[in-house]
């Protein structure tokens, strides 16, 4: 299936996998994760500890002190995922992908050229894919491939370096399990969020039409400079719309009540900027450190020590 979670994988490996797991699926989800980091905490002996979290792990460390506030010093989440559960059909990523192409393009042309490119070649999940999967290896969108002269040209016919470009990033995530635990990343994805069609317990039937229904609600600005099509046929609900019913992981509530640390990449879509303010919203005592220029995973990644100086100045202070 793949380490991308914006790359449509094949319905047939989704099934099989859910399939070969069986009811086991059901013990992988986040709440699942939390529970083996309280019984550490009590082996290790300690009354509280700091969380530092990374993707993913920015999500556990926020369940963490949602369910065990009085056990939590300090929590950093760096490139932050929401801990609301709910997807919003790639609106906020698709505002994040405008906002970082007009930013490395100095103006819209970058967004005019991928809306026209996607609008004449069909290609809006995996260009959607591509250009996540660049926010992590290459923020900058031109040193590897140059993003910006690959739209342009594309949009007046010459396809060559797009289709290198979209092979490329696919080639890079496609990963055997040992890399990512496709089925345990997919239990958790699942039963975790919840889906135009509900959560998910929901039967398969019916689930692709309420997801056609809601992205038909939206309007096509919510989509821009992608379209409906990227919204219906991107990996991250293609994963999840066949995955067979699975008692769903509760939803999170509530604030968090420690203090926290946000650190984000400016040009970070595989956890946008915008998912970081969301989750600040939802952090009394939280503060957001934007480093400018960096993508994806700030403390391992970033070519500035912006974020990780901000990391040490906050879990020492």
């Not at 005019?112 to 290896?137: H, M, N, P, Q, W």
């Not at 923020?139 to 594309?154: H, I, K, M, Q, W």
Request: proline share 7%; hydrophobic share 45%; with cysteine.
């Amino acid at each position: 299936m793949g380490t991308s979670d914006l790359f449509p994988p094949p319905p047939a490996a989704v099934r099989a996998c859910a399939a070969k797991l069986g009811p086991r699926r059901r013990y992988f989800g986040t709440d699942d994760v939390v529970a083996d980091l309280e019984a550490l905490r009590r082996a290790l002996g300690v009354e509280r500890w700091a969380i530092d979290g990374i993707s993913y792990g920015t999500y556990v460390g926020e369940r963490y002190a949602l369910a065990h506030p009085q056990h939590v010093s300090k929590l950093v989440l760096d490139s932050v995922v929401p801990h609301v559960g709910l997807t919003d059909l790639g609106v906020d990523e698709f505002r994040g992908a405008r906002r970082v192409l007009n930013d490395v393009c100095g103006g819209d042309a970058c967004t005019a050229d991928l809306a026209a490119v996607i609008e004449r070649y069909k290609v809006g999940a995996a260009l959607f894919d591509a250009l996540t999967f660049d926010s992590i290896v290459d923020p900058t969108y031109r040193t590897t491939f140059d993003v910006p002269g690959l739209l342009r040209d594309a949009r007046r016919g010459r396809t060559d370096a797009l289709v290198q470009f979209l092979q490329t990033a696919r080639a890079w995530q496609a990963a055997p399990a040992e890399t990512l635990d496709q089925g345990l990343h997919a239990s958790a994805l699942c039963a975790d969020w919840r889906y135009p069609w509900g959560d998910s317990a929901a039967p398969l039937d019916g689930r692709e039409a309420k997801l056609a229904r809601a992205v038909a609600r939206l309007p096509a600005t919510a989509f821009y400079p992608f379209d409906r099509a990227t919204a219906l046929r991107n990996g991250f609900v293609r994963q999840c719309l066949p995955w067979a019913p699975t008692p769903p992981t509760p939803l999170p509530q509530g604030r968090l009540r420690v203090p926290a640390l946000l650190v984000n990449g400016d040009r970070d879509l595989s956890t946008p900027l915008e998912w970081a303010r969301r989750e600040l919203a939802l952090a009394p005592q939280g503060r957001l450190v934007v480093v400018a220029g960096a993508g994806h995973s700030v403390q391992s990644r970033a070519r500035s020590d912006a974020g990780r100086r901000a990391v040490a100045a906050f879990l020492l202070g």
